[in-house]
C-alpha cells in the first residue's frame, strides 16, 4: 500500500482520542523496515539536506540533525502531506477551545502558502542521528509567527538491536502543578503525534492550555536514527 494511502487508513478517531486524553498518540508501523533502512540511509548524503546542527553547540544536548532542502524526498513530501489533513481537523478543534486564531486549512499547500507568504521559506522536515552518550533536551520547535501546533517523529532504528536507551520524552506543564512526563515506546516504523508547544485540557471551568516539550534521554549504546515532519516552515 502507498505511504499516502496507509496513512489515511489509520485509526484517525482513536489518534484524535488518545491526543486529547494523553497529549500524544503512538501509531505503529507507518513506514516499513525497508523504507526506515533508506531513509537512515539519506543522512549520508549532505545534497539533499540545506543545514546541518551539531546540538551540543547550541546547547540543544549532544547529536546532530539535518534539515531536509526542497524539494522534499518523495516519500517525506507524501507523508507531510497525507498527515496534515486530519491533523488540521483536530488543530482547529484544538484552537477553537484554546480561543487561538488562526484556523488552518484542509490542504498542506494552503498552510505552506500561508507561511511563505510571512517569509517562513525553509523546510522543517529532518533526521536526527544520535551515537552513545546523546541526548536531545526538551523543547519546542518554533520556526516563526505561523505555526502548525502538531508535529510527528517516526524512529528508523530498532530498539534493543541498534542502540539502547534513546527514549522519546513528552513533559507536561499544568497550571500550579508539577511537570507530567511521558515515555513513548517507538518501536521501528513507529510514528508519535504530539503537539509542538501546547494543547488543551478540560478543566471544571472549561478547556484551558498546557505546556508541552519533548526531547530523547542519553542513548546508552548504539546509534539511532529518526525521522523529524513539522508542518510549518522556518523564517
Given at each position: 500500500?502507498?505511504?499516502?494511502?496507509?496513512?489515511?487508513a489509520?485509526?484517525?478517531?482513536?489518534?484524535?482520542?488518545?491526543?486529547?486524553?494523553?497529549?500524544?498518540?503512538?501509531?505503529?508501523?507507518v513506514?516499513?523496515?525497508?523504507?526506515?533502512?533508506?531513509?537512515?540511509?539519506?543522512?549520508?548524503?549532505?545534497?539533499?539536506?540545506?543545514?546541518?546542527?551539531?546540538?551540543?553547540?547550541?546547547?540543544?544536548?549532544?547529536?546532530?540533525?539535518?534539515?531536509?532542502?526542497?524539494?522534499?524526498?518523495?516519500?517525506?513530501?507524501?507523508?507531510?502531506?497525507?498527515?496534515?489533513?486530519?491533523?488540521?481537523?483536530?488543530?482547529?478543534r484544538?484552537?477553537?477551545?484554546?480561543?487561538?486564531?488562526?484556523?488552518?486549512p484542509?490542504?498542506?499547500?494552503?498552510?505552506?502558502?500561508?507561511?511563505?507568504?510571512?517569509g517562513?521559506?525553509?523546510p522543517?522536515?529532518?533526521?536526527?542521528?544520535?551515537?552513545?552518550?546523546?541526548?536531545?533536551?526538551?523543547?519546542?520547535?518554533?520556526?516563526?509567527?505561523?505555526?502548525?501546533?502538531?508535529?510527528?517523529?517516526?524512529?528508523?532504528?530498532?530498539?534493543?538491536?541498534?542502540?539502547?536507551g534513546?527514549?522519546?520524552?513528552?513533559t507536561?506543564q499544568?497550571?500550579?502543578?508539577?511537570?507530567?512526563?511521558?515515555?513513548?515506546?517507538?518501536?521501528?516504523?513507529?510514528?508519535?503525534?504530539?503537539?509542538?508547544?501546547?494543547?488543551?485540557?478540560?478543566?471544571?471551568?472549561?478547556?484551558?492550555?498546557?505546556?508541552?516539550?519533548?526531547?530523547?534521554?542519553?542513548l546508552?549504546?548504539?546509534?539511532?536514527?529518526?525521522?523529524?515532519?513539522?508542518?510549518?516552515?522556518?523564517?
Amino acid at each position: 500500500m502507498a505511504l499516502g494511502a496507509r496513512c489515511a487508513a489509520l485509526d484517525w478517531p482513536r489518534i484524535a482520542q488518545d491526543l486529547d486524553a494523553h497529549g500524544c498518540a503512538l501509531v505503529p508501523g507507518v513506514l516499513t523496515p525497508e523504507e526506515c533502512v533508506r531513509l537512515a540511509g539519506a543522512y549520508a548524503k549532505p545534497e539533499l539536506f540545506r543545514s546541518r546542527v551539531v546540538m551540543e553547540r547550541h546547547g540543544f544536548g549532544k547529536g546532530e540533525y539535518q534539515y531536509f532542502a526542497y524539494p522534499l524526498p518523495g516519500p517525506i513530501a507524501e507523508l507531510r502531506a497525507a498527515l496534515y489533513p486530519p491533523l488540521a481537523h483536530l488543530a482547529n478543534r484544538w484552537y477553537e477551545a484554546m480561543q487561538l486564531e488562526p484556523r488552518f486549512p484542509p490542504a498542506h499547500e494552503d498552510f505552506i502558502a500561508r507561511c511563505h507568504a510571512a517569509g517562513q521559506l525553509r523546510p522543517t522536515p529532518l533526521l536526527l542521528q544520535y551515537r552513545a552518550g546523546d541526548y536531545n533536551c526538551l523543547h519546542q520547535d518554533l520556526y516563526g509567527e505561523h505555526v502548525f501546533p502538531l508535529q510527528a517523529a517516526v524512529l528508523l532504528s530498532r530498539p534493543g538491536t541498534d542502540y539502547e536507551g534513546g527514549e522519546f520524552v513528552l513533559t507536561e506543564q499544568r497550571p500550579r502543578m508539577q511537570s507530567r512526563a511521558e515515555v513513548v515506546p517507538l518501536e521501528q516504523g513507529g510514528m508519535v503525534i504530539f503537539p509542538v508547544f501546547h494543547r488543551p485540557v478540560n478543566g471544571t471551568r472549561g478547556s484551558y492550555r498546557v505546556n508541552m516539550r519533548h526531547g530523547v534521554s542519553r542513548l546508552r549504546s548504539g546509534s539511532r536514527h529518526t525521522l523529524g515532519v513539522i508542518f510549518h516552515d522556518a523564517a
